[in-house]
């Protein structure tokens, strides 16, 4: 973790294994718990980061990256790197359904998320609320 400017910034490298999602959501509990953020903030920043990298490590190529930046104004912004071509998409699902509604809760959770496409792959990102102003989590926000 590094601080420039006031932003801190954290980083890991996964191996393409699912095994490897556990790790990315320790790794960004950590992160956000040493910043001071609220529980119910990083609750949502850890499924976040789960179903990113699950995405990732399930349907992208070679070795996955996440990243975190606690931004000003209490919003972190989580991205997930692969060298996969293939555009994540939402898929409309019944809640009844298993599997396949990874990117439906980001959207349900995130105050803005997107693709960000990279010679030799693409970064999936998310903003998440750390101030404990917004809730965003599924079921309240309207």
């Not at 990256?65 to 939402?90: E, K, M, N, Y």
């Amino acid at each position: 973790m590094n601080a420039a400017n006031g932003v801190r910034v954290s980083a890991l490298v996964l191996e393409s294994s699912p095994a490897s999602v556990a790790d990315a959501r320790r790794w960004v509990e950590r992160f956000l718990e040493s910043a001071g953020v609220p529980a119910l903030c990083i609750e949502d920043a850890v499924l976040i980061v789960s179903e990113l990298a699950s995405n990732a490590i399930r349907h992208g190529a070679g070795d996955v990256v996440c990243h975190a930046v606690l931004l000003d104004h209490g919003r972190c912004c989580i991205s997930v790197l692969d060298g996969g071509t293939g555009q994540p998409q939402v898929v409309q699902r019944s809640v009844e359904d298993i599997g396949g509604l990874g990117l439906v809760i980001v959207e349900q959770l995130a105050v803005q998320w997107g693709i960000a496409e990279f010679q030799g792959g693409k970064a999936v990102f998310a903003v998440v609320p750390t101030d404990g102003g917004e809730d965003t989590r599924v079921g309240v926000r309207g």
